[in-house]
């Protein structure tokens, strides 16, 4: 049954709303733009947007591991998504190829009676998820539409990938394609690209947003960040799972904090908690400190280095015949 519109008119007030769940085992739904909750559910869902209405459009999906990108991966949720569309909705796509990692929209036809030819038919647009563990020039390609690099925190390599990247994304001189990065922080050494992406979007030209969620805030932009009290559920021996957000989805951080402090003091003294703050971060410092232990305050240094980075202004000083550089 359809349910044609009638009418649309802009009201002067709000009506309250709520966020609603389905009664599966994950709990999504499809709305606006095919999109769901889940992070790599969500960008997923961008790149099969493309594929299902943009024609000849280009979507990638890379990750320094095989793991990452493959049917355990991003790739399954685009299996996913490609079995609802085309079971479920008018909106039925045929591929070819048709196989893990590499699909194009297009069907072959053969046309006439006497004199056959063979034509495609589709919007030839494309996705494909690839692995830059051997190969950063994976993401090599003119004319990507939109890339989304999995779980980024885990990428050692990613600078180079992005620096690929950036030239597929471009016709000449202009930008034409979008790049999404996103991931949990890793083994630090395996995180260094990501730390400088995240402390300086606008060097990879990134859009960054401001630092809200730092003690000592800079007035430089930082990417996008989760800080742990978000959304937290906690589990009171008293009162069982407690969820720190409203019905809306409306963070209560107050609530998370105080449950996040008491697991904090729990966890101090022990050898692991240096790692356990930096997987439960507060901000972005949180997350990229040291995890070994050190007799020097690392949180105090690594925030003063973070600083130095956001707010480095390099100068020339002449004296005599000898020319240094300096910061301020």
């Known amino acids: 049954m359809r349910t044609p519109l009638v009418k649309i008119e802009k009201l002067n007030y709000k009506e309250d709303s709520r966020c609603i769940s389905i009664d599966t085992a994950d709990h999504l739904y499809l709305t606006r733009d095919f999109i769901p909750t889940h992070n790599t559910l969500k960008i997923v869902s961008r790149l099969i947007r493309n594929l299902w209405f943009v024609s000849n459009s280009v979507n990638k999906i890379l990750g320094y591991e095989e793991d990452f990108v493959n049917d355990k991966g991003s790739w399954r949720f685009a299996v996913m998504y490609r079995d609802f569309l085309n ?59 939109e890339l989304f690099h999995e779980e980024a925190g885990i990428a050692p390599n990613m600078d180079k990938v992005i620096e690929f990247a950036e030239a597929a994304t471009k016709l000449g001189g202009v930008t034409t394609g979008f790049m999404i990065v996103s991931g949990a922080v890793g083994e630090l050494k395996d995180a260094k690209p990501l730390e400088t992406m995240c402390f300086e979007p606008a060097k990879y030209k990134f859009l960054g947003v401001n630092d809200v969620f730092s003690d000592t805030q800079n007035d430089g932009q930082i990417g996008f960040f989760v800080p742990d009290f978000w959304n937290y559920v906690a589990n009171d021996p008293d009162k069982g799972i407690v969820r720190c957000y409203d019905e809306n989805g409306n963070s209560d951080i107050e609530l998370a904090k105080s449950y996040l402090l008491k697991e904090e003091e729990s966890q ?28 020097w305050p690392v949180k105090v240094i690594k925030d003063h280095q973070i600083h130095l980075r956001m707010t480095y202004t390099p100068f020339g000083i002449v004296t005599g015949k000898q020319i240094g550089r300096a910061h301020v």
């Open 268 to 295: 101090k003294g022990k050898e692991s908690y240096i790692l356990w703050k930096s997987q439960h971060p507060w901000n972005l410092q949180d997350a990229f400190n040291i995890r070994e232990e050190n007799i």
């Open 87 to 145: 079971t479920h909705t008018p909106w039925y796509r045929d591929f070819e190829p048709d196989e893990s990692l590499n699909w194009e929209q297009k069907r072959t036809v053969i046309e006439g009676n006497f004199e056959t030819r063979k034509r495609q038919k589709g919007l030839r647009s494309k996705i494909v998820a690839a692995t830059t563990k051997k190969n950063p020039a994976k993401a090599v390609g003119g004319g990507i539409y």
